[in-house]
């Protein structure tokens, strides 16, 4: 053969990313084999682009079949086997083609490459994930995949040698936009479940099965399947560790603490100087109430994994996720029960550094900043961490800004987002005109949209118009909407009140939910005749809870205890009230207080364990300890052989 690499994919409706797929390969592959499965967008089209072997296949829920008919049409030495939401890293494309032609590989050799997975979120909150996995192999020695999903690589004549080799990938398709976009995880499930029923599967099936349910968060599900997964696993086998970190996880998503604690005691600590063991442990000891102790396990974490990147470069076991990601986030955490705002800025400032687009710590590093720096600090600091030259960081922090109801930071941001060009959402340049209350812009980019599709907008697209109207006192602004529409109720309540009704109404729940969101945004634009309007015509108190919660955590203490003293007075305090302030008068030092506090929250909410925990080791009064522990082991009789309780 005188082509070295065939490239070989099998795809289907893959136009948003193929693109980038197939320019990673450019100048590694020399031929290009693509099996479409039943694409009905662009796909064909834009993989024509790229190569003449393009083929239909008629897809029978089989992956390893659709694999097996790219590989067979591939005529180099050489297969890398890539799906189209996958992409290579450039740097190693060189030296992959010298070793394939200077190292001389056996013939039965499948090179092993690191594949970094990016969950959650496409744009903000993301995590990733690092696995091998096997994509490069000799063609026409009739090595060929095996299983419908998650296929396998076989070869019945021969055993094959899987060796490491660092050729990166990374790969998009189980962040939350892909997955919907494709309909992932229902696709794979359907197929995994047929395959686990048969006689033949095997542990890496219910490994893989157990992924695909955590990836829908069904992690009830998950954990049946990591549990026969883990049980029949060898410890030598490739996913062993994946499968330990991932069925902890899950455990701690349910709340199954006791059982992630006994996997990470047995099991996990055989890496017990990885940052994976250590935010494991830390985790688990933050759900349980120990505070203070996890707060030394991710400070650990962050530690083993600074050591360790000095002297190779993969620093953590599962994720690198564990060496900085979820410590800073834990311990963001555990300053906000401390209420020590220096170090919650400090820990948002981390997590940023570490990647920039989580926009939920952006956006609370703002809210903090804006109440105690000038407009210029702020922007300095931002500017450490975005580049200021970027269209794509000047739009997302002015996004975070203007939502954050600062002015004169939005307003920096808005003219150097005009500078770039970059044209903005209509709904943003509507929140903008009443940040500002620019009655004239408002009108501007309002008529923009045509009117017959205001009545589907969604309740953040109706928001703008909301504010609007309670801002000008004109009913105008606010859209049209059937009936059934789930903002009815609220813009009723508007024009009634604009109208001058007075009389007081009792929301239910769910109208609650909007109300506070409303509500909210109301005092975030600095709207507040407008807010005291509307609440004067509200009687409810899981409202006022909601709203006393959310300034609590919003570091406005002054707002929140005045509705914390209407609820107390009326014995309307929910638990997470009294929760907020026991802490808030621990951390004052009023022990006796803060006890008294959180006695009533374990009243209201019994089945909260970490509210013992910290009950038990913020007093001195040996018999209220054991009470409490009593009360613990009757509510949670599975942690009675805790030591970690016992001691207590």
Not at 19 to 30: I, T
Not at 76 to 89: K, P
Not at 274 to 298: E, H, N, Q, R
Not at 521 to 526: A, D, G, I, R, V
């Amino acid at each position: 053969m005188d082509k070295l690499i065939s490239l070989c994919m099998i795809v289907k409706d893959e136009e948003r990313v193929l693109a980038r797929c197939l320019d990673s390969v450019k100048g590694l592959v020399d031929e290009i084999i693509i099996v479409d499965t039943g694409s009905t967008d662009r796909t064909k089209e834009i993989a024509s682009k790229y190569t003449d072997h393009v083929y239909d296949y008629t897809w029978s829920n089989d992956f390893a079949a659709a694999r097996n008919e790219s590989i067979r049409r591939a005529t180099s030495e050489w297969i890398l086997v890539l799906d189209a939401d996958e992409y290579v890293q450039q740097a190693g494309i060189e030296s992959l083609r010298t070793y394939l032609i200077n190292k001389t590989p056996s013939p039965y050799t499948v090179l092993m490459v690191p594949i970094i997975n990016y969950l959650g979120s496409a744009n903000v909150d993301d995590s990733i994930v690092e696995a091998t996995v096997a994509r490069v192999f000799k063609a026409g020695l009739g090595t060929h995949y095996t299983k419908p999903i998650h296929e396998q690589i076989t070869n019945h004549d021969h055993r094959l040698q899987f060796v490491q080799y660092p050729l990166r990938l990374y790969h998009t398709g189980y962040t939350e936009q892909t997955r919907k976009a494709k309909n992932k995880s229902e696709r794979n499930l359907q197929i995994l479940e047929r395959l686990t029923e048969t006689s033949a599967s095997k542990p890496v099936d219910y490994f893989s099965l157990g992924n695909e349910y955590a990836s829908i968060l069904n992690h009830t599900k998950a954990i049946e399947y990591y549990r026969r997964a883990f049980k029949g696993a060898q410890r030598t086998i490739a996913w062993y560790d994946t499968c330990l970190v991932n069925f902890i996880n899950s455990l701690i998503y349910v709340q199954e603490y006791h059982e992630a604690w006994e996997l990470i005691e047995n099991y996990l600590i055989e890496w017990d100087n990885s940052p994976d063991y250590l935010s494991a442990k830390g985790t688990v000891l933050y759900c349980l109430g120990f505070y203070d102790v996890s707060k030394d396990y991710f400070h650990a974490a962050v530690q083993a994994a600074e050591t360790a990147a000095k002297s190779k470069d993969r620093f953590w076991l599962v994720s690198p996720d564990y060496a900085y990601k979820i410590p800073y986030q834990m311990l963001e955490h555990y300053y906000d029960h401390k209420q020590d705002t220096q170090q919650i800025v400090l820990m948002l400032i981390k997590i940023l550094q570490g990647n920039p687009y989580q926009y939920q710590s952006l956006s609370k590093l703002i809210s903090l900043l804006i109440q105690r720096e000038d407009t210029q600090s702020i922007i300095n600091l931002l500017e450490r961490i975005y580049s200021n030259d970027v269209p794509k960081d000047i739009l997302y922090l002015f996004q975070a800004t203007f939502r954050s109801g600062d002015t004169q930071l939005s307003t920096y941001y808005m003219n150097k987002l005009e500078a770039t060009k970059l044209v903005l959402p209509v709904q943003n340049n509507l929140l903008y005109a009443v940040l500002l209350q620019d009655q004239q812009r408002f009108d501007r980019y309002r008529e923009l949209l045509p009117e017959h599709t205001m009545g589907d907008l969604n309740q953040s697209d109706v928001m703008p118009y909301l504010l609007a109207a309670l801002l000008w006192k004109q009913p105008m602004y606010i859209p049209m909407l059937s009936q059934d529409h789930s903002l009815f109720f609220i813009r009723e309540l508007i024009i009634q009140t604009l109208e001058g009704e007075s009389v007081v109404i009792t929301p239910s729940k769910a109208e609650v939910t909007l109300l506070f969101d409303l509500l909210t945004s109301l005092f975030t634009y600095k709207l507040y005749d407008a807010y005291d309007q509307l609440l004067q015509r509200i009687s409810s108190a899981w409202l006022i809870n909601l709203l006393a919660d959310y300034y609590y955590q919003s570091n406005r203490l002054e707002l929140a205890l005045d509705y914390y003293s209407l609820l107390l007075d009326a014995g309307e305090l929910r638990a997470q009230g009294y929760v907020n302030l026991a802490f808030l008068h621990y951390n004052q030092g009023a022990m006796d207080e803060g006890l008294a506090f959180m006695q009533q929250a374990i009243e209201l909410q019994p089945n909260e364990i970490a509210l013992y925990t910290v009950l038990c080791t913020n007093t001195q009064d040996h018999n209220v300890i054991e009470t409490y522990k009593q009360k613990l082991f009757d509510q949670f009789p599975g942690y009675k052989d805790m030591e970690l309780f016992r001691s207590l």
